[in-house]
């Protein structure tokens, strides 16, 4: 049986990793929502994002004054060497 954190970041972490563009806290509400239903995901959105820049998938751009928004980091993204041989075309 899985924590309902990790049914979260079972949905966010591919998400991020195939998704080029930033992640806002909306982004991720909306995530959740199709996927668990409607709620008041704000919270869980905060802190999941933070947990994966925490973990080094996300890295965190608060240049924008008042706005939050995570980015993939590239060099974290590639969970194992055949992934990175894939997408590199052998050259990991």
Known sequence: MTTPTADRLAILRPAVRDYEGEWTTRIVQRLYAAHF????WRGKARQDLAQLAGEGLLV???????RKCYRLNRIHAFTS???ANTTLGGLA
């Open 37 to 40: 239903g409607p709620g008041d």
């Open 60 to 66: 965190l751009d608060d240049t924008d004054r008042g």
């Open 81 to 83: 060497t055949q992934d």
